[in-house]
């Protein structure tokens, strides 16, 4: 069973940025996209971004474009989330998991998660 491992989540002020990495256990993990989502207490998971299994497209939800970055390393089967300017309505736990081409679904099985929190 694929394994996915997040990590680098942290409790920051608004304004400010975090980096999240992905660990994917998968060997052909170059080989499929792979996305962001998040999720708040008593609501539903949220896709927030998307990267092509090259990594030379991405795609974001309005809320985070311009302050997200998705990116992956397939050398290192790693994917990140750089968030910069940081808003308290970011604070949720984040997901990777692989996506569809242009898919919004998570396929795999969920990983633990990392929390992110933003202050005001």
């Known amino acids: 069973q694929v394994q996915l491992v997040e990590s680098g989540g942290g409790l920051v002020q608004a304004g400010g940025s975090l980096r999240l990495s992905c660990a994917p256990s998968e060997r052909t993990f170059r080989m499929y996209f792979m996305g962001w989502f998040r999720q708040v207490p008593g609501k539903e998971r949220e896709f927030v971004a998307r990267?092509?299994?090259?990594?030379?497209?991405?795609y974001y939800i309005d809320s985070v474009k311009g302050r997200f970055t998705i990116s992956r390393d397939n050398t290192k089967n790693m994917v990140y989330l750089q968030m910069n300017s940081l808003k308290p309505e970011d604070t949720a736990v984040y997901y990777c998991?692989?996506?569809?081409?242009?898919?919004?679904?998570?396929?795999?099985?969920w990983g633990q998660g990392t929390q992110v929190t933003v202050s005001s």
């Open positions: 998991n692989f996506v569809a081409n242009d898919g919004v679904m998570g396929l795999g099985s």
């Open positions: 990267i092509s299994a090259s990594g030379t497209a991405t």
